[in-house]
């Protein structure tokens, strides 16, 4: 009966040493893909947040407004004068970075 007992606790305490092994991995890779993603995800916030904040230091965009429609649109840079008067951006002639633009027709 001991050979018997003592081969059943070395089986039990074996599984629950894989599953508990087992469990730990998941739980260790789930927090480093969740911890990875929230890194990447607050890196590419703040990629977007400092290009825009470039892009309203280094251009000035005027919009007249007809309602909730921008009608006449006028982005000023440093870089290239007006690029835009009233018409789409001429896409050849931009400054890179992200600007407010007329979707009106």
Known sequence: MDIV??????L???SMDI???AVMDLLTS???IITNAVMDLL?????????????LLTSRTIMEW?????????TISPDFG??????????DNR?????LRSLAG
Do not use: E, K
């Open 5 to 10: 007992t003592n081969a059943v606790m070395d």
């Open 82 to 91: 007006p690029a835009v008067s009233g018409s789409p951006p001429d896409l």
């Open 66 to 74: 007809s309602g909730h429609t921008p009608v006449h649109i006028i």
């Open 30 to 32: 789930s927090m480093d």
């Open 43 to 55: 890196t590419s916030s703040m990629d977007i947040v400092t290009n825009a904040v470039m892009d």
């Open 12 to 14: 039990l305490t074996s």
């Open 95 to 99: 400054p890179q970075g992200l600007f």
């Open 19 to 21: 599953v508990t092994n």
